[in-house]
């Protein structure tokens, strides 16, 4: 298995553009997240999904778009970046909680750095 | 605002010592807490995780003590080794929809050899 995948691995961006970061899981996980990391503030969440067809907001969703048309991919869209969203993103992903501590994991992808000028 | 708070944000331990991070939360609701290592330039990945209804919970040289009525939670390294030296982030779940986590700011350890 090749887990939680994300490409590019790099990009630069300058303000206005739109882009696409891809993420892809091949452990049939129901449950798909992105984060976005910056220094000194953890991990925040943007949007996520707990299903094909069900996406819904997380913490910090204003510029971002998503959607999850199959169980494998979540895809992230900027619509008109800007400086401020130069940061770190992260997919994970994970089974629906079961009850089990081990079927909570939440697996993440080796991210994508995004520099906006 | 931070729900999660995690100190110190960096930790200098010497190789064969001890090292502890500290984490305090303010929603009750909260019911999984699990703790994070990541690597320069590589995704987090779990460390170690617990329950509210556990004190502690150990593996191999990492231990979680959870204290609920005082809404704080620690990772403690012993045996602290240079392979050790990551960021690592404490989280805490408020609602198992979605599996949303909510990190703390993380601690960068480094263990010198």
């Known amino acids: 298995n090749a887990g939680v995948t994300q490409t590019p691995k790099f990009q630069v961006l300058k303000t206005g553009q739109s882009m696409t970061l891809q993420c892809a899981q091949d452990?049939?996980?129901?449950?798909m997240s992105w984060y976005r990391q910056d220094p000194g503030m953890g991990l925040r969440l943007i949007h996520y999904?707990?299903?094909?067809?069900?996406?819904d907001q997380g913490e910090v969703p204003n510029g971002y778009n998503v959607s999850r048309s199959t169980t494998e991919d979540f895809p992230l869209r900027l619509l008109s970046a800007a400086p401020s969203q130069t940061s770190v993103y992260f997919c994970?992903?994970?089974?629906?909680?079961?009850?089990?501590?081990?079927?909570?994991?939440?697996?993440f992808g080796p991210g994508t750095r995004l520099l906006v000028l | 605002q931070q729900q999660v708070k995690q100190s110190p944000q960096s930790l200098i331990v010497q190789k064969g010592g001890i090292s502890i991070i500290n984490c305090a939360y303010e929603?009750?609701?909260?019911?999984?807490f699990p703790w994070y290592q990541q690597f320069p330039g590589k995704g987090p990945a779990l460390l170690i995780a617990?329950?509210?209804?556990?004190s502690e919970k150990k593996e191999g040289r990492f231990t979680i003590s959870f204290n609920k009525s005082a809404k704080q939670f620690s990772l403690h390294i012993m045996d602290s080794q240079p392979g050790d030296s990551a960021t690592y982030f404490c989280?805490?779940?408020?609602?198992?929809?979605?599996?949303?986590?909510?990190f703390g700011g993380g601690t960068r350890v480094l263990v010198k050899p």
């Open positions: 999904s707990v299903g094909a067809g069900i996406t």
């Open positions: 989280a805490a779940r408020g609602e198992a929809a979605g599996n949303k986590l909510t």
């Open positions: 617990i329950r509210p209804d556990v």
């Open positions: 994970a992903s994970s089974y629906a909680p079961t009850g089990s501590l081990a079927g909570e994991t939440q697996y």
């Open positions: 929603n009750t609701a909260f019911d999984y």
């Open positions: 452990m049939n996980h129901e449950y």
